[in-house]
């Protein structure tokens, strides 16, 4: 098997991870990672085995696929250039900062025949994807995503930063076109929104109830899907789905008996799996999971999300000052 050759653009504290895993996949070397502070270049090539560079242009023609983790102001600026070296890419989410930049790129994957696949990590979740043989015509969708206030990420809004799993997931579970948004959010601690609040309503009936928020004192990561006769959670957290679903057998007193069913999943290393798959759809040429088309689709809706919440709450819009190659 042909080892393919693999570099990350911008090794913070996720890129970092990136590395790793590549330098640990068999069939993959890692040639080289990138980041603008030279120092932290040097110390995680230094872990991996790989080459340091401060230029990502430099890494370009060594290499077959890359990871890029730079601020996402910089995801279309470093994307582009990738494909213009034919390089396969897989790009941390969100996939880009505007509609027009996703177009661009997926475009530009598309025409070229590039494989694009953007990095919606809780996809590979293995409780989520146990999830999918219960699944029949989801009605209503609850979703809570919210962790305690961390000083990392907060250069981008609530709704980009943690809710944008969420939505798509949701996108990925309901099959009819989002009809419209219902929102709320506030800025608390940081100078964009820090909890927001969605409801997406579907053409065909179904709908969505989305919470995100980075200023909770506990950690929840859990989606519930009901449909007709069943009702499905999904802990990411635990790891942990159940499924609950009303008994063809009628109880003694004339009500339907329901029925749980409980799995627990062992602790599983998503972003490995996700690697794995990116590496799978190079080697195999085939769509990814979760596509740049899937990412820009998540993206439009997120976007809408904020700008509602602008409006309603007259937020000011927070600009981005960081380097391409910057830690993520």
Request: contains cysteine.
């Amino acid at each position: 098997m042909k080892k393919i050759k693999a570099g990350v653009i911008g090794v913070g504290y996720l890129g970092k991870f990136h590395a790793q895993k590549y330098a640990g996949m068999e069939g993959v070397e890692l040639v080289g990672v990138v980041d603008v502070d030279p120092s932290m270049a040097a110390t995680i090539a230094d872990q991996c085995g790989c080459a340091a560079f401060t230029d990502y242009c430099d890494l370009l023609p060594l290499v077959d696929v890359v990871s890029i983790v730079v601020p996402t102001s910089y995801h279309h600026q470093v994307a582009l250039e990738c494909m213009e070296r034919g390089v396969d890419i897989l790009l941390e989410k969100p996939i880009t900062t505007t509609l027009a930049e996703a177009d661009d790129l997926c475009a530009r994957a598309e025409a070229m025949k590039l494989i694009f696949q953007v990095g919606h990590l809780e996809r590979f979740n293995p409780a989520l994807q146990a999830m999918q043989k219960f699944l029949t015509v989801p009605i209503f969708i609850e979703s809570t995503r919210v962790a305690p206030f961390k000083n990392r990420g907060v250069d981008v809004d609530v709704v980009l930063d943690l809710m944008i799993h969420d939505i798509e997931i949701i996108l990925s579970l309901v099959d009819s076109p989002l009809q419209s948004i219902h929102t709320s959010g506030a800025s608390v601690v940081t100078a964009t929104t820090d909890i927001a609040n969605a409801r997406l309503v579907f053409a065909n009936g179904a709908s969505a109830n989305v919470t995100a928020s980075r200023i909770s004192r506990s950690t929840v990561r859990r989606l519930r899907v009901y449909q007709q006769q069943a009702a499905i959670t999904v802990d990411f957290a635990s790891r942990e789905l159940n499924f609950v679903h009303i008994d063809a057998e009628i109880g003694a007193d004339g009500t339907p008996d329901m029925v749980v069913e409980t799995s627990s999943f062992p602790a599983s290393d998503a972003l490995k799996e996700e690697i794995a798959h990116f590496i799978e759809c190079v080697r195999e040429r085939k769509k990814p999971l979760v596509s740049g088309w899937e990412g820009r689709q998540a993206l439009a809706v997120a976007l809408q999300v904020m700008a509602q919440i602008r409006d309603n709450q007259q937020l000011p819009v927070f600009h981005q000052h960081s380097h391409a190659g910057r830690k993520k």
